[in-house]
Every structure is written in C-alpha cells, then in structure tokens.
C-alpha cells in the first residue's frame, strides 16, 4: 500500500497549507534521482510478486466466520525472522517479508528476495506462496486462517468483527464499519479522515446489486440506517448517496479492504520500463476481468466480479469542484478520475507511441510541467508526472517536512504512492542499487497459490514477449478505460469484448505514420476475452500462443516447459470458458447453497460455508473442477 512514515500526522486544514511545500520538494527529489539515474544500466531481470491476505477467525463447532482484527500481532510474529537478520542476529535471510495492508485483518506477504530473469525462477513462485501461506497459518492462532479472498463477503454487516464495536469510528464515520477495522497506524486512520475532510463529504461507494428471482424492484437496502444521527454525515446516506439497486458503501475500508496480486518488474533502463508501462496499460483491464474474483460486497450479490471501482470510489478525495459539479473557485482543476484508477497517460517515447494514443485531455500541474521540462525531462515523462502532481499530499507527518532532497524520495512518494493506477512507473529509490521499475497493480488475488503463480508467471512472460517481440499493444487511452469499465461487469470474460489491438505486429519506423497502409495496421477492433487470450482466426495470434512461440524459441528443458504450460493452460481455459474465473465460482458457492433464498443476500451461514470452502480448496484438501480442472489433482 506504500510509504509508511513516523510522527505527527497532521490534520487536513494543517496538512493542505503545506501541499505545495511536499509537491515542489517532491519534484525536486525527482529530478534528483532523475539525473542521477536516468542512463542507468541494468542486466538483471528481477522481478516479485505481492500478495495480501485477509485474516479470518472460523469456528468449525458453531460454523461462524468472523472478520479477525490481529494482523499487528500476527505481523509482529512473521517479521521477526526479517528483523533478526536485519539486525544481525542470524545469517539465514528471511523466506518472505510481511508488510501491513490498509485493513487491521490484512497482512501482505512478498518473497524474501527478488525473483531472478531464468525460468527455473518461474518455478520457485509458486512453492514461495506456499510458504508464505504456511507461514501465515503458523503465525496464527489455531481457529485463525490467512485467505486469499479478494474481500470479505460480509464486512460491514453486523456482527462479523472479532471484537465488535459500534461504527461511531470518528476517522471513517462510517454507517457499517469501526475504526477499528482500519490498520492503527497512524498514516491510516489519517488518510482515512483527510479523505473525507477534503472531499467534504464521506465516500461514497455504490455497486450494482444482482437482481435475483427474490430481490426486490426496485432494491432499497433495508439495511441502511437512514435516519441515524451520530454525525452530521449521516444525512448523505438519505439524501442520495446511497442509490437505488445499488451495494451502497460509505467507508475506505471497504475498497483498502480489498486484496490484490500485484508485480513489479526492474527494467534493464528508463526507456525500458516506459516502453512495459504503456503496453501493460492495456493489458491491466483484460487481467481485471480475468482474474475478477469479488463478487459479494457487504452480504449481498452485486453484479459486477471485480473490486477496482470499489477502491476508486472509496478513496474518491475529490471536491465537488474537482468533480465538476460546482464551478471551479477553490480548486484548480476538473479533475476526470479518483485517484485509484486506470493511468491516464502513455508514456514511451519510442517509435511505436504516437500521439493519437493518449486521447485523454490530460489535466496536469502546468508549473511542475514547466520545471520539469527545463531540468531536461521529456514531454512525455514531464506530462506525467506533472498529472500525477496534482493531487494534494493527504498524510504529512509535522516532523518530516524538512527533507534532504538529494538523499530522500519522501515528499515524492507521498504523491506517487497514493496515486494507485493500473500500472505504476517506479524511479529508483535514491542511494540504492535498484533500477527502474514497472508495478501491474490490477489483478485480484485467487483463492489458490497455484492460481496467483499461474497469473504471476503469465504476467512475467508476457513482458518477456512484449520485449522480445517487440509488440505493439497501443490503443487510444480512452478505450482502455471502456475496457475497464467493461471488465467489471458480471461475466464479462465470457460475454463482453473488449477493446484490442489488430495488429500487434506493426512497422515500428519513425514515420510510419504517413503511410496509409500502416494506418490500418494501427486499427483496434472488439474482441472477446478469449480471442485475446487464446487467439482468433486471422488475427491476433493471442498471448498464451505468443508465450508458447516465445518459450520455443528458448533453449527452455521440457520438465520446465511443461511446468509452465500447466499455468498456461489455466489462463486459457479461464478465457474460454472451460474453467470458471473465481467471480463465478464463489457467485455458484453462494447461489447453490441450500441456505440461498433467491434474494441476493449473502448471510453468515452461507459466508462461513464460503470461506470454508475457499480455504480447504487452499489448502489442497477439496478439489474444485470446475475452477482448476485437475491441475491441483
Ligand atoms: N489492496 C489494493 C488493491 O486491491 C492495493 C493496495 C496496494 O497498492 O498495495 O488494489
Ligand atoms: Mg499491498
């Protein structure tokens, strides 16, 4: 989730008088790394995965689930490893570091150490998530377990938190959640609240609900208590927040609440990781759909399969003069997206990028674009960061105004990691030895370490072949974000097409352009998820046949090889439709429990049922078919 720093955090009114201070000295904290770094060199792939876990309490006497509220503790115990060795105490490097998430029921576990370029690597990804899991379950109190649930089914509806309090929580003023449920460190409850402050109204989070045989027509969530008046806020519930036929949720955690499998790569240089920043851009909505796996929001069925717009609305921080619906006075822009959510700008200055492609108007700080570009950053690159820019700095710590901005990347962190887009372009931390960096941040977690591999290795391989290859999966920016859109929708893997490239294969000359023939090869049409994935008669060759080419033309050994073809053919069949995406799978959990009343509602039984069923299919004890086909056999 980012930075975490230590000190006084300050109040929003406190907190937006130093907003230019952090933005201007985050700039220069930039460029300093920008110039130090920018030629940089590096011959090692390296490459790791994260993944987060929510922390469950299932009572198997009583068959109750309970949402866990020790992550702090659990954590304290799986770092202790990573400390020791820090400090000296032993020579034997930890086998995962363990980080806090957003939830104070979430931890987050990466490898010890990097992933390397071989593929031997590939095949230790999956055996570390394993471990990690292991480890997770060691840390933990007997009737606790670590799930790789996107979400927890029912956070927000009574009675499901460890220890229960009323939601009178002062940082989120939530209507359904505590503040305990937010991690207590001191940058969460004040994100939390600064979000609110500056947004001047709570969150809010509508999802569509799944209207079944029995839901009510229209749906109006008895649930809600309209009428409360714990804090002025709660008005906005009644006064149209809370939407008709909607999941209506009020608070971060239920979009930080989320978990998610996230990869970053190191690039060999700069232009490197721009060039994987653009072609992934396209790419992170396809892997949204294909990995949607979130179906359940706040005990009811929602009709979508994926968590992105949860998060994008649940740390919405914008004015209602950013959003445009008052004019502009106060604030300095419209500003077009949350700042969770698809990137809005490519950029690579190489010869396949063409202008066309970033269709956005593009709302950037004009006097950061303006230094940036004397200090000799590109347009491009200038545009950027200059977008991501104006955003204003949410938590600062009193006592970490004052930066070395040679030796520290603090204040520019502060904005680069609270701008969460699909993909994240990531600058050296200074004085270190890693390089440039690209994060792909839109795939959901799956309920298996066999499925995250398979995802994070298809991922890892198809960087290798848009490199190798040379592809070109450019399309304007605005169809990326009809793609997203498109890829929450409930089956959409399966009965939506999304936007794609042609011709992936394109003249890549300086020129190009002026060519009408070449023209054409820039053409996008709609294809289904399939299509992408698998391939299509007379077109595009598809990605898991691209991989296949690729790893052919390697000296790969066949145990390897076949390896990595069991994860392959886990992606195609999910595009097929051969298998079921983890949305379907748990919407089928739900819809053909014996409990299930044709309404929509997800109830404790059929939660605890659920979770259950997730973590022994986990645990390798419950095979699921439909889900995995025999690859777990
Ligand atoms: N949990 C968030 C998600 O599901 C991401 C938080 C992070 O950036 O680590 O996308
Ligand atoms: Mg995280």
């Not at 109750?64 to 820090?86: P, V």
């Not at 790569?265 to 700069?270: G, P, R």
């Not at 653009?278 to 399969?305: C, E, F, K, N």
Request: hydrophobic share 35%.
């Amino acid at each position: 989730m980012g930075l975490l720093s230590l000190g006084t955090p300050l109040h929003w009114n406190d907190a937006k008088k130093y907003a230019d201070h952090v933005r201007s000295h985050g700039i220069d904290q930039f460029l300093s790394v920008y110039r130090k770094q920018r030629s940089r060199q590096k011959q090692c792939l390296l490459w790791g995965d994260e993944v987060e876990y929510v922390v469950v309490k299932l009572d198997k006497e009583n068959h109750t689930t309970k949402l866990s509220l020790r992550a702090f503790d659990i954590l304290a115990s799986l770092q202790k490893t990573e400390q020791d060795y820090l400090e000296g105490k032993t020579t034997q490097p930890p086998e995962a570091l363990w980080r806090p998430e957003y939830g104070r029921f979430m931890i987050e576990g990466t490898p010890g150490e990097p992933y390397g370029a071989t593929f031997r690597d590939l095949m230790t990804v999956e055996a570390s998530m394993k471990k990690r899991r292991q480890l997770a379950i060691e840390a933990m109190l007997p009737d606790e377990i670590p799930v790789t649930l996107v979400n927890y089914p029912r956070l927000g509806c009574p009675n499901e938190l460890e220890i229960d309090s009323e939601p009178h929580g002062k940082a989120c003023q939530s209507m359904f959640v505590p503040d305990e449920v937010i991690n207590p460190h001191a940058r969460f409850p004040t994100l939390t609240a600064n979000i609110r402050r500056r947004r001047g109204a709570k969150v809010e989070i509508n999802m569509p609900i799944f209207h079944d045989k029995n839901t009510p027509r229209p749906f109006i969530d008895p649930t809600i208590p309209y009428d409360r008046e714990v804090f002025d806020h709660d008005k906005e519930a009644k006064n149209g927040a809370a939407k008709p036929d909607h999941i209506y949720m009020d608070a971060m955690a239920f979009g930080m609440g989320c978990c998610c499998l996230q990869i970053t790569f190191q690039a060999c240089n700069i232009d490197e990781a721009r060039r994987l920043y653009d072609h992934l851009a396209p790419v992170a909505p396809i892997m949204l759909a294909l990995t949607g796996a979130s179906p359940i929001y706040r005990g009811y069925l929602a009709d979508v399969d994926a968590r992105w717009n949860v998060i994008a609305s649940a740390v919405d921080d914008r004015t209602p003069e950013e959003r445009g619906l008052k004019p502009l006075e106060n604030d300095r822009f419209v500003i077009n997206k949350s700042r969770y959510d698809s990137i809005d700008t490519y950029i690579s200055n190489d010869a396949m990028y063409k202008e066309k492609y970033n269709d956005l108007d593009l709302v950037y700080d004009k006097d950061i674009y303006e230094k940036l570009r004397k200090n000799d950053v590109d347009d491009l690159l200038a545009r950027h960061m200059a977008h991501l820019f104006i955003r204003d700095p949410l938590v600062i710590f009193e006592e970490l105004l004052d930066q070395d901005d040679e030796n520290s990347m603090d204040h520019f962190e502060n904005l680069q990691s609270t701008n969460w887009q699909t993909v994240r372009f990531k600058p050296p931390p200074p004085n270190s030895d890693i390089g440039w960096r690209v994060e792909f941040r839109s795939m959901e977690v799956q309920l298996t370490d066999f499925e995250n591999a398979a995802f994070s290795v298809f991922i890892v391989l198809l960087t290798r072949v848009i490199l190798s290859f040379g592809l070109n999966l450019y399309i304007p920016i605005t169809k990326v974000d009809e793609n997203m859109a498109t890829a929450h929708k409930r089956g959409s893997v399966l009965n939506d097409k999304f936007y794609f490239r042609k011709n992936v294969f394109t003249n890549n000359k300086p020129g190009a352009n002026s060519n009408s023939h070449i023209e054409e090869e820039d053409e996008y049409e709609l294809m289904t998820m399939n299509e992408i994935i698998n391939g299509k008669d007379q077109g595009f060759p598809g990605f898991v046949p691209l991989i296949h080419s690729y790893l052919s033309s390697t000296n790969i050994d066949i145990e390897t090889r076949c390896e990595l073809t069991r994860y392959l053919s886990l992606i195609s069949k999910r595009a097929s439709g051969e298998l079921m995406t983890g949305a379907t799978y748990l919407r089928k959990l739900v819809t053909s429990h014996p409990q299930y009343k044709q309404d929509s509602v997800v109830s404790p039984e059929i939660t605890y049922d659920l979770i259950n069923t997730v973590d022994r299919i986990a645990r390798g004890e419950l095979k699921a078919p439909e889900l995995l086909g025999d690859f777990n056999a």
